[in-house]
Each structure stands twice: as structure tokens, then as C-alpha cells.
């Protein structure tokens, strides 16, 4: 591309100079045809293709790529050295496992005590079950008989009540009788002196018994009374104590089924984890192996044999047999890329050798690095007709961008470009030198189209220099 910018600017240049003595030394130039010819490079118009690429470099890479890290620590007993070839299922690398193992008989410990303390704890819970239905039968059976205590002491305090009005009642009868006959007595004793004072004093003796015995009844009635509704009092006590006694214990059971709910929750969540100890444990022991996914080389390998290897750091990388030419392109060019396109191939080891290749890749995604923006593509080479592919090797690449069949075309160096019009300085039949406008089209950096102009086997110059040197030479004065 540059030396078709040079030209281009070169043969401005030279058409501004031609223009500029074209009038004054058209006469001379045609006497001087002859001579300028004899010491010019020419070109007949050809008609055939003109085929437009992009050329780039790249090198050889592995379509696949892996690195391995290990998962478990221990004693490497096995590992491939850089360099080293494998086929697909071949062991990488290996690593002691007895670690893993006493790690997986721990886990199995762990999760057979789990399963015990869930068990235990399942059988906590039906114990504070079963507790707390004695509680809620024994506080309803109390309720009961505190209820059925109460009820009989109120009964016992309304009879009580009742049998002591009555008493009060008869004995209050019996008093006042008695007082109603001695009352009686005493006024027929004035009228009949039958009635004898010993008669008139036993009615008196009459009326203090019943006056005493009135006493004697209010007495022991209010005594029984008050016994009685003590006793009432006493239940209705008993028969809160008892609900508060029942509230408790029922309380209690609840809290120790709550309890138990929760134990057996922890224990579940214990035997959970101790199951996920035990599978990873199982998955570590199984990665001691690093098996190979497909035939390929070491790329490096970290590790020797013997050597104590830990979890985390890059143990081996490995790439495969299948290997592609990974390039990048600028970004003027990547828009006239497209998958399946061919590309020539020639690796800096092999420079002899031109082999093919197709396009089955461009990143969408590009690279900058000091403002120069690049995108990478790859392509995918036929095995059959390369030479032997090593990673790493540098290639050189041109793709065939178009191509323009049965075309006329001149070298592009003999293109002169002068106030946006295009010409040539074409020869004529008779020697002579004409300045020619051309219509151009597709070109490369040899040769460019010819759309209108030219006829095929016409002559053009090539390079116009000995022409403007022979008018200068023409133009100057003859020195005596």
C-alpha cells in the first residue's frame, strides 16, 4: 500500500510539470519520441484478472487449550514433563490421595453421629409429646376435682346457712312459746289461786332453758356457718392454685416439645452438612487423576515427581494436535473479511512452501494498543497439503479479497492523476507520446483496472522521468 501511495504521488508531481510545458513543447515532444522511448519503460495493455488481497502475519496455535490446577493437596506420584506428547484419556497428572481417604472415613464418622443425635432428638421429641399429654389430661382431671370441691363446698355453706336459720328459727319458736305460757300463767294465777308459785316458777324455768338453748342454737348455727364458708373459701383457693399448678405444667411440656423441635432442626441441618462433607470428600479423592481430553503436547508442566503439590497453583497446561494459524487485521481491512474465505499460507520455516487455507473465525471484539486498533481471526489450514504444523511457528497470510475477471489493466505506476481526472501517457502508432484520460477501477499493488481509454495492446510509459528530462533539455538555450 505504501508504494502505490508513493507512486500515485510521484506521477502527480510529474503531470503538473507535464501540463505546465505541454503548449510551449508539443513540437519538440513528438522530434523527441523516438529517443524518450529508447530510455523509458513501457507497458502494453493486457486484458486479464486483477485479484485484490490483504496480506497480514499470524502464527500456528492449538485450537484447544487447558490448564489444570489441583484440587486436592498431596504427593505428586505422576506427572507429564514440557514437551511431552499424549493421546485422549492418558493420565496427565496424579496425586497421592491417602489424605482424601482418611478425610472421607471422618466424614463417614461424623455422619453416623449425626444420624444418632437426629435420632435422639426425635426421641426427645415424642418423650415431650407424650409428657405433655399426661400434663393437659392431669390439669383437665384437676380442673375437674377442684371444680367439683368447690361446688360441694358451696353447697355445704348454703345448707349450713340454711339449717342454721332453721335452728335459730325453732329455737326462737320454742323461746317465745315459752314466754307466751308463763305470760299466761302469771295472769290466771291472780284470778285462780290454784296456780301455785311452784308452778308459776317451772314456767320460768321454762323460759330460761328455751332462752339458753335460743343461745346454745345461734351459736352453734353461726359456728357451722362459718365453718362452712371457710371451707368454700378454701376451695375456691385450692381450685386457683390448682389452675395456675395445671397452667405451669402444661406450659412446661409445651416448652419442651419446642425444645425438642428445635434440637431435631439442628440435628437435620448437622446430618445435612456431614452428608456434604462426605460427598465433596468422595469428589477430592476422585480428582487425584487428571486425565487427557484429546491427543496434544505438554505446554509446561510445574511439578516433579515426589514433589508436594498444593491446591490452587497451575499444575500442567497441555494444548491439542489440531492446530489453526491465528492472525489480526487492521481495522480498515477486517470489514472486507468473511468466514470461509482462502487465504495463501507460507510459514517463515517452510518459505518455499504456499499452502491453503479458510477463514472460520474474526473476533468481534478488538484490540488497542497504542491507538492502533486490530481484530483477531483464525484460520483453519488443509492439513493435507502444509507441511508439518509446530506451535508457535510464524506464517504469513494473504487472503483474496475480490477479483476482477477479463479486465484491462496497466501497471499502476504508469497512472498520473491531476485535478481529480486520471491519465497515462500513452505512445502512438507513430512513436509519439499522447497524455491520455483513463477510467480506473479495481487495482492492487501491482497493476490497476482500465474501464474506458485504452484499447488492448495499446503502449503506455511506465515511468515518465527520461520524457521530462528530455523537454527540459530541449527547452535550454545552446550554449556556443
Known amino acids: 500500500m505504501k508504494n502505490r501511495t508513493s507512486g500515485k504521488i510521484f506521477f502527480l508531481i510529474v503531470t503538473t510539470i507535464v501540463v505546465t510545458i505541454t503548449a510551449i513543447t508539443l513540437s519538440s515532444c513528438k522530434t523527441l519520441g523516438e529517443d524518450i522511448l529508447a530510455d523509458s519503460d513501457t507497458f502494453e495493455v493486457t486484458r486479464g484478472d486483477i485479484i485484490q488481497t490483504i496480506t497480514t502475519s499470524g502464527y500456528v496455535d492449538s485450537v484447544e487449550k487447558n490448564d489444570y490446577s489441583l484440587a486436592i493437596q498431596g504427593k505428586v506420584l505422576y506427572i507429564l514433563d514440557k514437551g511431552d506428547t499424549f493421546k485422549k484419556s492418558d493420565v496427565l497428572l496424579e496425586v497421592d490421595n491417602s489424605r482424601q481417604e482418611l478425610l472421607i472415613a471422618q466424614s463417614e ?35 375437674q376435682q377442684a371444680e367439683l370441691s368447690t ?29 307466751k305460757l308463763l305470760s299466761e300463767a302469771k295472769d290466771e294465777a291472780k284470778s285462780n289461786p290454784i296456780i301455785t308459785d ?83 470428600a468422595r469428589l477430592d479423592v476422585d ?24 491446591p490452587g497453583m497451575n499444575a500442567i497446561s497441555i494444548i491439542s494436535n489440531d492446530f489453526i494459524i491465528k492472525a489480526e487485521i487492521n481495522e480498515t481491512d477486517v470489514v472486507n473479511l468473511k468466514t470461509g474465505q482462502d487465504v495463501d499460507i507460507i510459514l517463515d ?9 479458510k477463514i472460520i473465525e474474526i473476533s468481534r471484539i478488538p484490540t488497542s494498543i497504542s491507538g492502533v486498533v486490530t481484530f483477531d481471526f483464525l484460520v483453519r489450514p488443509e492439513i493435507e497439503n502444509a507441511p508439518e504444523l509446530i506451535y508457535g511457528l510464524s506464517a504469513n497470510l494473504e487472503i483474496t479479497e475480490a477479483v476482477s475477471k477479463n479486465v484491462l489493466y496497466v501497471p499502476i505506476d504508469s497512472i498520473l492523476e491531476e485535478n481529480g481526472k486520471t491519465y497515462v501517457n500513452l505512445v502512438t ?52
Open 287 to 310: 480428582n487425584n487423576i487428571t486425565y487427557a481430553p484429546y491427543d496434544g503436547i505438554v505446554l509446561a508442566s510445574t511439578y516433579k515427581e515426589g514433589q508436594y503439590a498444593s
Open 349 to 357: 520455516a517452510y518459505p518455499e512452501t504456499t499452502f491453503k487455507g
Open 429 to 480: 502508432e507513430d512513436g509519439n507520446i499522447k497524455k491520455t484520460e483513463v477510467v480506473t477501477g479495481a487495482s492492487n499493488y501491482d497493476f490497476i483496472e482500465i474501464k474506458s481509454g485504452l484499447n488492448e495492446g495499446d503502449t503506455v510509459l511506465i515511468s515518465s522521468i527520461n520524457y521530462i528530462n528530455a523537454i527540459k533539455s530541449s527547452m535550454e538555450p545552446e550554449v556556443d
Open 151 to 179: 361446688r360441694s363446698a358451696l353447697v355445704a355453706l348454703e345448707n349450713a346457712n340454711n339449717m342454721a336459720d332453721k335452728s335459730e328459727k325453732s329455737a326462737k319458736v320454742a323461746l317465745e312459746n315459752a314466754k
Open 109 to 143: 464418622e461424623n455422619l453416623n453421629t449425626a444420624r444418632n443425635s437426629l435420632s435422639i432428638a426425635k426421641l426427645n421429641y415424642q418423650q415431650a409429646l407424650d409428657a405433655n399429654h399426661v400434663a393437659l389430661q392431669l390439669a383437665e382431671t384437676s380442673a
Open 198 to 280: 311452784t308452778q308459776l316458777a317451772q314456767y320460768e324455768a321454762n323460759v330460761n332453758s328455751a332462752e339458753a338453748n335460743y343461745d346454745s342454737v345461734s351459736a352453734q348455727s353461726r359456728s357451722a356457718a362459718k365453718s362452712a364458708e371457710i371451707a368454700y373459701e378454701q376451695s375456691i383457693l385450692g381450685q386457683s392454685a390448682s389452675y395456675w399448678s395445671n397452667l405451669s405444667s402444661t406450659q412446661s411440656a409445651k416448652t419442651q416439645i419446642e425444645a425438642a423441635a428445635v434440637n431435631i432442626r439442628q440435628a437435620e441441618t448437622q446430618l445435612r452438612l456431614s452428608e456434604i462433607s462426605l460427598e465433596l
